[in-house]
């Protein structure tokens, strides 16, 4: 007996090429990327930028975590350390919704504020 060749057997030849590439695209499919890391916002760790002020006012944490500072306030702010403190830090320009974080290597206490609004002010107790 022949096989039969033609337009037909043909076309059930690319139809069955083409089932069988799918199925092979399916299976050999990359996972998908990895979902980046969300920041993580605890009430002791994050300080909030409200309208003129910071909650907390007071943050105590232990040596080696950072902190957040979230603002929150449609206005502008930089936050930076007093003079003095056992370590410096200033953050950029912070718009609303953008955050700054710094990590306390050094026990200690660290008054902060507002570059531009000196009522915006808070301190972190930095434990050993």
């Not at 139809?15 to 990327?33: E, K, R, Y």
């Not at 920041?39 to 002020?53: C, D, F, H, K, R």
């Not at 306030?73 to 919704?97: A, C, Q, V, W, Y």
Request: aromatic share 6%; net charge negative; glycine share 6%.
């Amino acid at each position: 007996m022949h096989a039969r060749s033609g337009p037909a057997t043909l076309l059930a030849g690319v139809i069955l090429l083409v089932a069988a590439l799918i199925l092979v695209a399916g299976c050999t499919n990359p996972s998908p990327p990895p979902v980046p890391p969300t920041p993580v916002y605890t009430p002791q760790t994050t300080i909030l930028i409200e309208s003129a002020s910071v909650n907390p006012q007071i943050l105590v944490v232990d040596r080696g975590v950072t902190v957040t500072w979230l603002n929150l306030d449609m206005g502008r702010h930089i936050i930076t350390s007093d003079p003095k403190d056992p370590d410096s830090f200033i953050s950029p320009l912070l718009e609303n919704n953008q955050r700054y974080q710094f990590t306390f290597t050094i026990p200690g206490t660290y008054g902060y504020h507002c570059a531009d609004n000196a009522v915006i002010k808070g301190t972190v107790i930095v434990n050993s």
